[in-house]
């Protein structure tokens, strides 16, 4: 897309080039695919095997994800777990009857999948791919059926080995792209047998214009075959994951559909009616019956066993591995200009230095997600100022470089203390605004590099400038606290941050760990060296959980004033004056002890419920601050303070909790939605 080509040319935003180029149309390669494809056609001609019947064992996850970026795992919204009885009778007849179904719903929705995505993938598609009963991909031809070979290219790849249940085997990849992208294909790598050149495992995307819903972003697909009987290969692992997102507006929210299948049981030649066959190829038992299936540990268990590799995001290195094979083709079945927002306080907010404020955004993309340019803006109606920010991006795998410039309203903490949408409503009706604000202006470069499963570390070097904000509105009710004057001269500053993101759903334990070293130099002369950090640890303790957060830092002598860090009430200190404590140095450590206990289960619709439980969550907080900057209205504490407080979170996303404060003698009462959903709010 060339403005956004255009503009990281510019800006000297060139990645480096691909490690490796690929021989597309070698004559080994097609010789390779032409043996496949005679083996595939061959295996569903063998006489020696006229029927089976199996067992499929099986997880449904409908996932959310949300904030900026989109690169923090995403929430369990419903999860299902499924038993099926698989069958199947030459030619091409399949057979699927789920025997046993449960299914527990985190968040409310009222999802209802379509009847394919409730089984397994047999014959390997056949001619032709479908997904969604036809709506979501229809008649996508097998790049191994009879008139694939004439619609794709095809490169040798590595060799490598694979763990079967009966055997290892030594494949050798065989990508595979299509020869116009503007039609219905796939883009993915086959995993061929070095000696048989039967078909081992397949991992591959679409192209765009395969999807028929628009809303849908990608669909990725991981099917793995082992050899039975020493003779059949048939299907043994399955993974499917669809991601979707809303088609007028680009806000980080995504949902997305995971399914992973495991296959085996086989019983060879039956000798299975062709009536059998009769009616919709997934049939399911009777309500009761499913119900009453022995399942062998609770739901709860079953979800942590299996989640992990899907926490893993292995499906990732798919993508990542099909991006590569379309080069800088789009794979993305969403348009590529949109509106676009980072979160909705974006569209509307209000605080007490802008007042209302109305924003807007657009972005541009092009070759999917690799290059994107994206402009907003907003107004201040109180403050009459206007706000705005360009930013591009050029990403290559999990490396991105990025350049920004902007005019925008901070607030002076590091982490936020309360829903941006909630604060608007609060500042707006009721005067109590949590945020301490001050007007930066500058630009930054910013490159960032992902590390191992869920890291991520990025440097980043600039140039801003600040300006102090008065209060500029009235609210509803109540009075505005002042705002603090916090500007001063420009710095020219560098950044290295390191974090290691959260495990996401159905953990027994969990880490999440960030830090930022900041330098700079302001005009005048002056410099400052500033680190801070924060994280999380979960353990398991019997039932329950332990949950420990920690934040804070330290800095030099001469740290500006809007780099302070700061202390005190809603989000940290409940039963504390809201951010009455600061300075160049600040802690805060809160544990709490996570119980469920018993709660009525609500009907989400006609097919899930909610947790039977709500967690209760007593904790204790305490905090410190000292070296006062100067300037500012933030006092240390001479010594630690202590909040002794109980939370109470229902379905993971609203949590009310009241905190005393025992050097106060004061309780504070607060209530949110899960820091989770704060990003996209």
Known sequence: MRPVAAALALAGLALPARLHAQAWGSDSALALARRAALRRSGAAADTTLRDYKAQAHGFLFFLGAFGEGLADPPRLVKADQLELEVYWRAP??????????????????????????????????????????????????????????????????????????????????????????????????????AASADLVRMAFNFTPRSYLDSQLEDVSIVLDNALWEQRYWLPYRQEIEI????????????????????????????????????????????????????????????????????????????????????????????????????????????????GLAAGAGIVLRGGGERRELRLRASYGFADQRAKAAVTAVERAGRRAVEVSAYRDVRDVGDWPVIAPLQNSFAAQEFGHDYGDYYLAQGARLTYRHGVGVRGEWRAAAGRESFTSLAVAATPANGSFRPNPAVGGPAVDLVQIAFERRSEGFA?????????????????????????????????????????????????????????AFVLGGRGTLLGEPFRAWGGRRMGLVHVEWRVPVPFPSLGVGPYARTPGTV?????????????????????????ARTTLGLGVEWLGVFRCEAGFGTATHRVGVAFDVSRDFWGIL
């Open 507 to 563: 953990v027994r334990r969990d880490l999440h760990v960030e830090t930022v070293l900041e330098g700079g130099r302001q005009d005048g002369g002056g410099s400052y060296l500033r680190l801070s950090g924060a994280g999380h640890l979960l353990v398991p303790v019997g039932a329950t959980r332990v949950l420990v957060r920690a934040q804070g830092g330290g800095a030099s002598a001469r740290l500006p004033a809007r780099r």
């Open 92 to 193: 091409a007849s399949s057979k699927q009857r789920v025997v046993g179904w449960r299914d527990q719903a985190q968040l409310p929705t009222d999802i209802n999948y379509h009847r394919d995505h409730l089984g397994i993938i047999q014959n390997n598609f056949g001619a032709a791919i479908r997904l969604g009963e036809g709506d979501e991909v229809r008649d996508v031809p097998h790049p191994l059926s009879a008139v694939g070979l004439d619609l794709y290219e095809f490169a040798l790849g590595d060799t490598t080995i694979i763990a079967l249940p009966e055997r290892e085997v030594r494949v050798v990849a065989l990508r595979v792209r299509p020869k116009s992208f503007d039609v219905a294909r796939i883009v993915g790598i086959l995993y061929v047998d």
């Open 243 to 354: 991601r979707r997102r809303a088609t007028w507006l680009d806000v980080p929210a995504r949902g997305i559909i995971r399914a992973r299948w495991e296959i085996d049981g086989y019983v060879f030649n039956v000798g299975l009616a062709r009536s059998w066959f009769a009616g919709d190829e997934i049939s399911f038992l009777p309500k009761a019956e499913r119900d009453s299936f022995p399942w062998r540990q609770p739901l709860a268990a079953a979800l942590e066993s299996v989640a992990e590799p899907v926490r893993r995001d292995d499906l990732e290195r798919v993508r990542a591995e099909v991006e590569q094979i379309a080069g800088r083709r789009a794979l993305s079945g969403l348009r590529a200009h949109r509106l676009g927002v980072r979160c909705l306080s974006d569209l509307v907010h209000a605080n007490r230095v802008e």
């Open 615 to 639: 967690t209760l969550a007593p904790y204790v907080a305490v905090g410190w601050a000292e070296y006062p900057v100067a300037g500012t209205p933030w006092m240390p504490t001479a010594g």
